[in-house]
């Protein structure tokens, strides 16, 4: 019954922003880039009983994705503004999420090791 309940509230959350989006594109972009998905864990999370540190150590995880998230909306972005397909654009978008993230986390374990020696 629980889960029922986070994913009603959840698709209509969702179901809300995205009509605002249809109707008013450009606000509609600046309510969708809220951290609405972090905000609804967060509180999920808490509701569910989590410690501070599970929540601590999930907003950190949070952190380490968002570069790559920039990334991928950024990719979006110009492959759309290039009259690229929406399926071909977030498939892009995608790699490049991926191959940051890859990059990213290969970059942050190389300084941690020149660090820790």
Do not use: C, D
Not at 3 to 14: C, E, G, P, Q, R
Not at 83 to 96: D, N, T
Request: cysteine-free; glycine content about 8%; overall charge positive.
């Amino acid at each position: 019954m629980y889960t029922f309940i986070k994913v009603f509230v959840s698709a209509i959350v969702i179901g809300v922003i995205t009509e605002i989006a249809r109707r008013y594109p450009a606000q509609g972009g600046v309510i969708a880039a809220l951290p609405l998905v972090t905000i609804l864990s967060i509180i999920w999370l808490f509701v569910q009983g989590e410690s501070q540190g599970a929540l601590s150590t999930f907003l950190l995880g949070v952190l380490k994705g968002l570069p790559a998230t920039i990334v991928l909306v950024f990719i979006v972005y110009i492959a759309m503004q290039n009259s690229i397909h929406l399926i071909i654009a977030l498939f892009f978008g995608i790699g490049g999420w991926a191959l940051f993230l890859f990059v990213q986390t290969n970059v942050i374990k190389y300084i941690s090791s020149l660090v820790s020696h």
